[in-house]
């Protein structure tokens, strides 16, 4: 099956820094890469995702790249404010199944 | 919100019963998801059904089953099996069969403690 790493466990970055969390999946006929948020105490929402045939998608503050030759993708937060604070996970779609990476918890210091 | 039900929030259970969660959405949604949640492993699939009267194991379904007997309703039933049954369950669905990329709508889940 589709075995998903995500890298870092936990990022704190100061308010107004950018925030990067690192994906790579194994099978290569994933072809759906989705990113969750989740706040404490509350369920998962998708924040932005991207399909096998787009490099790129940006989204205001939230851009997501893939580079499906490497199999890694990548979320990027520009100008991080408190409400970011919150564990992402990403993912990796196969046979209509979603694997989950294991999370990132990122804290936004004010 | 959300179109996902999930109940009761909370549930304790001693060791040796079996338990069900409850899952309903009115979102006409044909796909359904089982998820366990635990801290530091991300979201871990029990069982998904894609249509009414069919569902297929996840990754981890050992010591659980499930029914799709109504295309609103996907109850999860954690037995005396499961070894380690203590954790956060959220049940989520996604848009009619053929959407391969579209996004999962979760429930808010039910942490379910086991003594």
């Not at chain 1, 893939?66 to 990027?76: G, I, P, R, V, W």
């Amino acid at each position: 099956g589709e075995n998903v790493e995500q890298h870092p466990s936990t990022l704190s970055v100061q308010e107004g820094d950018s925030a990067v969390i690192k994906c790579t999946y194994s099978d290569s006929a994933s072809n759906y890469f989705p990113w969750y948020k989740q706040e404490l105490g509350k369920r998962p929402q998708l924040i932005i995702d991207i399909r096998s045939n787009v490099g790129e998608k940006k989204d205001q503050r939230i851009a997501v790249t893939l580079n499906k030759t490497a199999k890694h993708f990548s979320l990027h937060i520009t100008e991080t404010q408190p409400e970011d604070s919150a564990v992402y996970f990403c993912a990796a779609s196969h046979d209509y199944k979603l694997s989950f990476g294991a999370g990132t918890t990122v804290t936004v210091r004010a | 919100d959300g179109g996902i039900t999930q109940s009761p929030k909370y549930l304790f259970r001693k060791e040796g019963q079996n338990v069900t969660l409850s899952c309903e959405q009115n979102l006409n949604h044909d796909a359904m998801y089982w998820y366990r949640q635990d801290p530091g492993q991300g979201l871990r699939l029990i069982y998904y059904s894609q249509i009414v009267n069919d569902f297929q194991k996840g990754d981890i379904a050992e010591g659980y089953s499930v029914s799709r007997e109504k295309k609103e309703s996907f109850p999860l039933t954690v037995t005396s099996a499961q070894k380690n049954p203590t954790a956060f369950y959220l049940c989520a669905s996604s848009p009619p069969l053929g959407g391969w990329d579209s996004p999962l709508h979760f429930g808010n889940g039910t942490r379910l403690t086991v003594t």
